[in-house]
């Protein structure tokens, strides 16, 4: 019989629903049921593509007795972190500060008053390399709870105490100069992994912000060590096996210090950021390589992620049925030479098993090699490469498909929405514009209401139960300022302000200027989270700082740069130190320093030359510059105000901290301009 996860909307609940377990999903009704029945609460966190938490499901809470004894000591609680991002993020901070590590699934015992007081993550069946069973972990603190009941609150009550002293040290008021990015890129050379790209050792995960920033950087500076890194690192990374080499798209991260081996989810938010890095990196080079990758993954989220409602779905597991029944990590990509000749022959065959690094030991496990494009000496025929490609994925295509987590989150659709439309604008694919502008159209439906607060996500055309937090105010005000920008259409910058409205009255701390990654009005948790690290995606604080800062060169607005600024005192303070999990605001940062740039295109929509100029304008690779484009006379954007054309010809306007350049009707001189 389902239990009460059956009416919920996160797939990852669902998973769950069929479960022995008595599962409540987050609520004041499970915290009251543990206080009436005086147990303690199990809260387990987790989300739809993670692995272990798949492993520790079929192991533990697919298990009768396992189930029956904690329906019988506990309120069991399930929380899909990708839902709920706030509670995850409190208690997670808990772990890491307690054990040291943290990971999915999370495993946290709570008190009814909703405080910590043991923690773990994967717990196994039966005792395992030092750790205890998971039926050994419950029958412990169930024990502590029934028989030393005064310790565990005096532990609970340390851990809340000890949370809320963990306020953030928020350094200056002020904006990174140039000594803190400098800083920040020496941070960086010394951490960087010049055979291989990338930052640290194993396991290596995607630097997206920390390109962003070293793009940026190289572009105002000139600094050539920047773009070695990011040109470098991305080349690695696409020939790679985190990269599909036959549909295109990342998976979430290298398990190795090569990028051979991935594990294999992928998510749309790495997918987003990825894609928008390598369009970019086209944009600075010309790169042949960049461009067919930003593309590919382009189309990887469209053809694959994207939903019957016009959004793009969370995630693909990196588990799938291997065709015997098992569900195996991988087994949708990996191939053997065995493999390879039943789909192309023998003599296609071994030119593909060359061509992509597939060997008879093979790169993964059981024989089967991860597809990478290892560095070749000659030249292979293009064409037949293609037809290789083409049959190999549509017998893909015949295996049995990973799972899809069918949830629409709306920071990570915020950062597709971006995503897309540059990519779209810069490769003449106006495809990818329309999708980026569905994307946008289901937002501002569904997920925003009469008063412009964000729902977090939905599923099949209805919005969940939870309130937008940071993240989704930030990145979806960053998708629909890019929108603005390659779409010339006003209302995505109008959008956008009302979004940035709740950030500063809902989000900042008027004292200090750091932000919060709930709103003062949301939920009360034992504590109010608060972090500017980025992680996998950009955190809130630091794709806040983006948004407005972008948002007042569009409308001159002194409240949001100085929100901007103010926001960014903690990127001084972290950047130095810490510049890997800080990119984004690094980024905000060089924007700040170069102005940002603000360009209006005046001209008529049609016309080949306001064409041509407003094109110019968005592969310029000045940090942060925002790009308006209107007919003469137009109110779409405040930028627009008062620019005529020059001599009836469409002309560019370009200003910086104040100043203005000399319109210009010709695309060479506005494109050495934005050049940086």
């Known amino acids: 019989m389902p239990n009460r996860l059956a009416h919920e909307t996160s797939p990852y609940l669902l998973q ?47 298990d009768q007795e396992t189930a029956e004894y904690l ?10 972190r990708e839902e709920r991002p706030d509670v995850d993020a409190v208690y997670m901070e808990a772990v890491q500060a307690a054990t040291g590590q943290g990971g999915w699934p999370m495993t946290v015992f ?36 029934d028989e030393r009941r005064d310790e565990v609150a005096e532990v609970a009550g340390k851990i809340v105490r000890d949370l809320a002293g963990r306020e953030i040290s928020y ?53 050539e060590g920047a773009l070695q890194m990011a040109r470098d690192t991305c080349e690695r990374m696409a020939r790679g096996g985190m990269y599909d080499q036959l549909g295109g798209g990342f998976a979430r991260y290298s398990v190795d210090r090569d990028w051979v081996v991935p594990h294999f989810e ?22 042949e390589l960049a461009r067919r990758v930003a593309l590919e993954t382009a ?31 991988g087994a949708y990509y990996v191939w053997t030479p065995e493999q390879l000749r039943e789909v192309l022959g023998e003599r296609d065959a071994e030119l593909a098993a060359q061509y992509f690094g597939v060997t008879e030991e093979g790169t993964f496990e059981e024989g089967a090699s991860v597809l990478q494009l290892p560095v070749r000496d000659g030249l292979l025929d293009a064409e037949k490469i293609a037809s290789i490609r083409e049959r190999l994925l549509a017998a893909r295509a015949e295996r049995p498909a990973p799972g899809r987590d069918d949830k629409v989150v709306a920071a990570w659709n915020g950062l597709a929405i971006a995503a897309l439309a540059e990519t779209g604008a810069y490769f003449d694919r106006p495809d990818l514009v329309e999708a980026a502008v569905a994307a946008a159209d289901l937002l501002v439906r569904l997920h925003l209401d009469e008063q412009a607060r964000l729902t977090r996500t939905s599923k099949d055309g209805h919005a969940g139960a939870n309130a937008g937090v940071l993240e ?19 209302v995505w910058l109008e959008f956008a302000g009302f979004l940035l409205d709740h950030v500063l009255a809902r989000f900042t701390d008027p004292e200090s200027g ?38 007042a060169a569009h409308t001159g607005s002194e409240p949001h740069r100085t929100a901007a600024e103010r926001a960014l005192g903690v990127v001084k303070a972290l950047g130095p130190r810490v510049p890997r999990f800080i990119g984004w605001g690094l980024a905000a940062a060089e924007a700040v320093l170069d102005g940002p740039r603000e360009v209006a295109v005046v001209g008529p929509a049609l016309d080949e030359g306001t064409r041509t100029l407003h094109r110019t304008a968005l592969l310029g690779t000045a940090p942060g510059a925002v790009v308006a484009v209107g007919a003469p006379g137009s109110d779409e954007f405040p930028l627009l105000a008062d620019r005529p054309l020059v001599g009836g010809e469409p002309a560019a306007y370009v200003c910086r901290n104040f100043t203005c350049d000399a319109p210009t009707t010709e695309p060479d001189r506005l494109s050495t301009v934005l050049s940086g």
């Open 71 to 80: 329906n019988a000591h506990y309120v069991s609680v399930k929380v899909d």
């Open 171 to 223: 350094g200056d008021a002020r904006t990174p100069g140039e000594e803190e990015l400098a800083q920040a890129l020496l941070g960086l050379t010394r951490e960087y992994d010049p055979q291989r790209g990338g930052f640290g050792g194993a396991p290596k995960f995607p630097p997206s912000m920390v390109l962003e920033f070293l793009l940026r950087h190289h572009a105002r500076t000139g600094a």
């Open 110 to 145: 709570l008190t009814p008053d909703a405080e910590p007081f043991y923690f773990g993550t994967y717990f196994p069946p039966a005792p395992r390399q030092g750790m205890p069973s998971f039926r050994q972990v419950l029958q412990g603190v169930h024990q502590a709870w």
């Open 472 to 490: 989704d105010y930030a990145d979806v005000a960053e998708g629909f300022l890019a929108l603005a920008s390659v779409t010339g259409e006003g």
């Open 299 to 329: 189309d990887f989220m469209v053809r694959e992620l994207r939903t019957n409602e016009g959004g793009f779905a969370s995630a693909l597991d990196a588990d799938s049925d291997d065709g015997t029944g098992r569900h195996v990590e």
């Open 514 to 551: 750091s932000l919060y990654d709930t709103a003062a009005d949301a939920e009360r948790l034992i504590r109010r989270p608060q972090d500017p690290t980025d992680n996998a995606a950009p955190s809130g604080w630091t794709a806040a700082a983006n948004a407005l800062l972008s948002y």
């Open 16 to 62: 769950h629903a069929d479960n022995p377990v008595d599962w409540w999903p987050w609520s004041s009704e499970a915290f009251e049921e543990a206080r009436k029945r005086n147990v303690p609460v199990l809260l387990s966190v987790g989300y739809s593509s993670c692995h272990w938490c798949h492993v520790m499901a079929h192991e533990s809470f697919e």
């Open 266 to 287: 992928k998510m749309l938010y790495d997918n987003a950021l990825l894609c928008r890095v390598y369009a970019h990196l086209w944009r600075a080079t010309g790169s």
